[in-house]
């Protein structure tokens, strides 16, 4: 849309200028590169129905998955804070992961790929002071989520989750509207079915029939 190019053509006029300047392309193999268009940077939630049904909130960064799990979702809503619990990074192929985890493991029950797509960092922010503050502001390019959001440290691994008012805002509860998974579009159960896990504990983790 046209936001994102014009939010994508201010950064370009920033970060690659001075290494494109300071080399000869005609002469040097290195790469011209460019500013990509959209960032590639990884951003996934994984819904998982494990001990507590719960959505792990992953966002790439330095090569791993910085997770967090966020036991009631997000919401759409700015006025919503979702505590959000930091937990440990995660390899990067983690992201493409929907299946079941064996009973009895570290997590068992049924994970589902509930939202996956690109994530930048607010502009003017570094990641690294971000994170030492505690104060998180980007942008992501998702399936279900988009837009401006935060996630913004209170004590210790406790963070909140909130969006930040944009067109994206909605009172709509995306956890209700939008319960499948993004990568095979069956809900909790019907991946358990489907990876020989318990269907009927996925299954609590499914909004109720009407
Ligand atoms: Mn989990």
Request: proline fraction near 5%; glycine fraction near 10%; avoid cysteine.
């Amino acid at each position: 849309m046209s936001r994102g190019a014009a939010g994508a053509g201010t950064r370009r006029l920033m970060s690659l200028d001075e290494y494109v300047r300071k080399r000869d392309f005609t002469r040097t193999k290195e790469p011209r590169g460019r500013e990509r268009a959209r960032p590639s940077a990884l951003y996934v939630i994984q819904k998982h129905r494990a001990s507590h049904l719960h959505y792990d909130f992953r966002l790439e960064a330095e090569g791993v998955l910085r997770s967090w799990s966020v036991p009631k979702g997000p919401s759409l809503d700015p006025a919503v804070k979702r505590l959000a619990m930091a937990v440990e990074d995660h390899p990067v192929e983690y992201g493409s992961f929907e299946g079941t985890i064996p009973e009895g493991e570290y997590g068992g029950g049924t994970v589902m790929l509930w939202d996956t797509g690109t994530w930048e960092l607010e502009p003017g922010l570094a990641w690294r002071d971000a994170l030492r503050t505690g104060r998180l502001r980007f942008t992501l390019h998702g399936r279900k989520l988009r837009g401006v959001w935060n996630l913004t440290r209170m004590r210790d691994r406790q963070w909140l989750l909130i969006k930040s008012r944009d067109q994206h805002a909605s009172q709509d509860d995306v956890t209700l509207t939008k319960p499948r998974s993004v990568k095979s579009r069956r809900l909790l159960a019907g991946i358990a079915r489907a990876h020989g896990g318990d269907v009927a504990k996925a299954a609590t983790g499914d909004p109720a029939r009407r």
